[in-house]
Nanobody, 124 residues
Framework: QVQPVESGGGLVQAGGSLRLSCTPS????????MGWFRQPPGKEREFVAA????????FYADSVKGRFAISRGNAKNTVYLQMNNLKPDDTAVYYC?????????????????WGQGTQVTVSS
């Protein structure tokens, strides 16, 4: 079992950048596919980005393509979400999640382990 722990959230002005990090408590992330989701105020949680379990293929929501990038650190023990050109609509609690599934995992039900979330607020 692995427990993701997010960090790096905060307050940033529109057009700015933030990098979120996700590290494991317990087992390494090496054998897991990883994803980032977010929950804007008053809305449902939604998919943001994912990196596949074995070949590091990446997937993105249309709303963040070209602005956000998901990557793994050395030894695949950290997952990052680089967020550039942030917009007020990006304001949300961001969650890191881990999956043992081998296919393209872009839905909440695909993920087995979740972090507690980190707040990102983008001011206009």
């Amino acid at each position: 079992q692995v427990q993701p722990v997010e960090s790096g959230g905060g307050l940033v002005q529109a057009g700015g950048s933030l990098r979120l990090s996700c590290t494991p408590s317990g087992r390494t992330f090496r054998d897991y596919g990883m994803g980032w989701f977010r929950q804007p105020p008053g809305k449902e949680r939604e998919f943001v980005a994912a990196v596949s379990r074995w070949d590091d293929t990446t997937f993105y929501a249309d709303s963040v393509k070209g602005r956000f990038a998901i990557s793994r650190g050395n030894a695949k023990n950290t997952v990052y979400l680089q967020m550039n050109n942030l917009k007020p609509d990006d304001t949300a609690v961001y969650y890191c999640a881990a999956t043992t599934r081998d296919f393209r995992a872009v839905a909440e039900v695909d993920y087995d382990y979740w972090g507690q979330g980190t707040q990102v607020t983008v001011s206009s």
